[in-house]
């Protein structure tokens, strides 16, 4: 059992991993058709986010970045 800290606005709470990707699976279905991305990954410490973006390129560019950084992010995208 892997434990990970989630921060959310301005308070950190600890849970297992399993709980925090289940969450934020459920956010991605939530956001179904918007192009923004919703948590940022980095050693077990997930940021949970509200970065919306006008257009699949923005969020994209914006993705590409956090990546650079070494984060994995989590993100939900308009297909049109």
Sequence with gaps: M???IVLL???GY???KKKALKMIE???KEF???NVILAIEKNNVF???ND???CAYDLLTATQDWIKR???VYYARCMM
Excluded: W
């Design 70 to 72: 070494g984060y994995k």
């Design 14 to 16: 600890k849970m297992e």
């Design 2 to 4: 892997t434990n990970a």
């Design 32 to 34: 179904k058709g918007s």
């Design 47 to 49: 940021e949970m986010r």
């Design 52 to 54: 919306k973006f006008n």
């Design 26 to 28: 459920d956010l991605i």
């Design 9 to 11: 606005k301005d308070h």
